[in-house]
């Protein structure tokens, strides 16, 4: 399979740095060829690695405006927006109705801003280096140009996997390095002062069903229309489901030609098959390839065989092997991209807690609304009355779950979130490194809106998009760089406009998607109520990994680093299928292991690159 090198950027203060900083970035970005756009002082301002379909750059006078991802303006588009700014404050303004997913940069009058998506995707981080602020959009460049140490006590939420809260979600794992809030931009200005400005809130949930459903359609047309046109060959997931379902739809509307993957998994009860045959059989002109299971990579095969680090560990372990060989499949039929379904479940439907303000407000439908819930989740009755009478701030939330670390879940998800919890392989250093954390951020963290419904949905998106952004990152290294429409900002804009009760239900499965996709993808795919696993593959695929997993237990990187108990982690790496947790947490831990071993590579191969390239003596 092709490979390319990836796109990265670091953002530099129109100040003089030391001539060190753009001797490490030349460094970073070898064997390619750093590139530089200066300031409009001569200064450079924006460095790293890129093509231009990655980035584009234009400037108008005394202004430098710069989009790197999927953006719906084109250059003389933008540089008719460049135009129109002559103050920072101007610069959001300026880009209004422009969509897609990516980082706005720009150089004004000696200030320099720059912020990612609010989805969380395209990400912002910032580091003192050598007397100035510089941002990045990857985290690891900055530890490389700061010579970094992975933060442990970082390190050791992780090992909550998906489960860790705002604003803590948010941060680097490396020493001195520190994430933007998504929502927020950096602006430094000429006296080195930094400062945060919010330039995203979140749309005002009163919209109709039918307005609603339009919006989203709208929304997502046109974030699937930006990345495929008429007669392009591109690839695409068709799971059966209705997220992947739906954007195949939206690409065929577009006049795309789909070449689309559906996996076969074997339990008898699958039916994710029955449903991609079904809305292949509609789709003109596609190309569908069925992957039996076992004609695939198994799970967490490649476990050992190291790559290139990431900003923070993943589950991509599990089916990473798995996703190049699908890859390589669409890749090898003159596929140019791949549409993914990733979010779908996050944005389009808020999660329980929006029962806190239904029954505030409408109580008669809050009571009818609870006890669906409670039905068809068989929430214990006192439980969910505890939950939903619970009126605790944030702050309040956060210090309970400090002290809630080891243990099950909430037997109801109807709380701030998920609270975070840690497997019982974690150190008991881990579990008092993590309570710090919490009881620092109930100290000064703010919830992401006022109604814990609401925070609960914008986190649970926020959560989509962070893993939305390793893994288009994977895949642009494989060749075949992979979208996530449903984590474009303006669809989730469009999502989070429904009244979260009439966009998710107890008796209808994602009614708000369905209603908008209606009479484009058919009704037999909208009404779908079920959802295939693959855990069959899971278990076996940890069976043939056993040897690999035993020697991961006996020099494990997370016990040399005081985050896991060594017994305890043996013993859930040579017998998972004893675990009374699930898969997220063994999936957390064999991430956060391989990430570290990746690290750990990656600074083998540059020492010895370093040893070939220096002088000898005489």
């Given at each position: 399979m092709r490979s390319t090198p990836g796109c990265w950027f670091v953002v530099l203060p129109d100040r003089d740095l030391h001539p060190r900083v753009m001797a490490r970035l030349r460094e970073t970005a070898r064997p390619d060829t750093l590139r530089v756009v200066p300031h409009p002082s001569g200064r450079p301002w924006l460095a790293g690695r890129w093509t231009d379909e990655e980035m584009t750059v234009r400037t108008a006078g005394a202004v430098r405006l710069a989009v790197a991802g999927t953006c719906s303006l084109d250059p003389g588009q933008l540089a008719v927006r460049a135009r129109r700014i002559g103050d920072p404050a101007h610069i959001e303004a300026a880009l209004s109705g422009a969509h897609g997913c990516f980082h706005v940069i720009a150089s004004v009058a000696g200030h320099t801003y720059v912020r990612g998506s609010h989805s969380g995707q395209r990400r912002v981080f910032r580091a003192e280096v050598e007397g100035g602020t510089v941002c990045a959009d990857r985290s690891l460049t900055l530890a490389r140009l700061t010579g970094a140490a992975p933060?442990?006590?970082?390190?050791?939420?992780?090992?909550?996997?998906?489960?860790?809260?705002?604003?803590?979600?948010?941060?680097?794992?490396?020493?001195?390095?520190?994430?933007?809030?998504?929502?927020?931009?950096?602006?430094?200005?000429?006296?080195?002062?930094?400062?945060?400005r919010v330039w995203w809130q979140p749309p005002v949930a009163e919209l109709p069903p039918a307005e609603a459903a339009a919006g989203l359609r709208e929304a997502m047309r046109r974030a699937v229309a930006l990345r495929v046109g008429s007669g392009e060959v591109v690839g695409a997931d068709l799971s059966g489901g209705m997220d992947s379902t739906s954007l195949c739809f939206l690409a065929a509307e577009a006049g795309a030609r789909l070449v689309a993957v559906t996996l076969d998994w074997s339990a008898p009860t699958n039916q994710d098959r029955a449903y991609a045959d079904h809305a292949a059989a509609r789709l003109p002109g596609i190309e569908h390839l069925v992957f039996p299971s076992a004609d695939l990579p198994g799970h967490f095969s490649g476990l050992d065989v190291r790559g290139e680090p990431t900003?923070?560990?993943?589950?991509?372990?599990?089916?990473?092997?798995?996703?190049?060989?699908?890859?390589?499949?669409?890749?090898?039929?003159?596929?140019?991209?791949?549409?993914?379904?990733?979010?779908?479940?996050?944005?389009?439907?808020p999660p329980p807690a929006y029962l806190h303000a239904l029954l505030r407000h409408s109580p008669a439908a809050g009571l009818r609304h609870a006890a669906g819930r409670r039905a068809?989740?068989?929430w214990p009755l006192g439980a969910m009355v505890h939950a939903l009478v619970d009126g605790r701030s944030y702050a309040a939330w956060l210090t309970q779950a400090a002290e809630h670390l080891i243990g099950p879940a909430a037997p109801t998800p109807l709380g701030w979130g998920p609270g975070p919890r840690l497997p019982a392989w974690a150190s008991a250093q881990a579990v008092e490194l993590c309570r710090e954390q919490l009881r620092a951020a109930a100290h000064r963290a703010e919830p992401l809106h006022r109604d814990r419904g609401r925070h609960a949905w914008i986190a649970m998106v926020r959560q989509a998009g962070r893993a939305a952004g390793p893994l288009s990152h994977r895949a642009a290294l494989a060749g075949l760089p992979a979208h996530t429409p449903f984590c474009d900002d303006a669809v989730i804009d469009a999502a989070l406009a429904a009244r979260p009760h009439e966009a998710s239900t107890?008796?209808?499965?994602?009614?708000?998607?369905?209603?908008?996709?209606?009479?484009?993808?058919?009704?037999?795919?909208?009404?779908?109520?079920?959802?295939?696993?693959?855990g069959a593959e899971w278990r076996e695929g940890l069976r043939r990994q056993r040897r690999t997993l035993a020697a991961w237990a006996e020099d494990s990187r997370l016990v040399a680093a005081g985050v896991a108990d060594a017994d305890e982690l043996r013993r859930a790496l040579l017998s998972p299928q004893l675990l009374t947790g699930g898969a997220p947490e063994l999936e957390a831990t064999l991430g956060a292991e391989a990430w570290l071993r990746d690290l750990e590579h990656h600074d083998a191969r540059h020492d010895a690159q370093e040893k070939d390239v220096a002088p000898t003596s005489p």
């Open positions: 933060d442990i006590a970082r390190l050791a939420l992780h090992l909550a996997g998906g489960r860790v809260p705002h604003p803590l979600a948010e941060g680097a794992l490396w020493g001195g390095v520190y994430g933007v809030q998504p929502g927020q931009a950096l602006e430094s200005g000429p006296d080195g002062r930094v400062r945060t900003d923070e560990p993943t589950a991509a372990p599990r089916d990473r092997a798995q996703q190049r060989h699908l890859a390589e499949a669409m890749l090898t039929r003159g596929a140019g991209l791949r549409l993914s379904g990733h979010g779908g479940d996050q944005v389009v439907q068809r989740h068989r107890p008796w209808s499965y994602k009614p708000l998607l369905a209603a908008a996709m209606n009479g484009l993808v058919p009704d037999h795919i909208l009404c779908r109520t079920t959802k295939d696993h693959c």
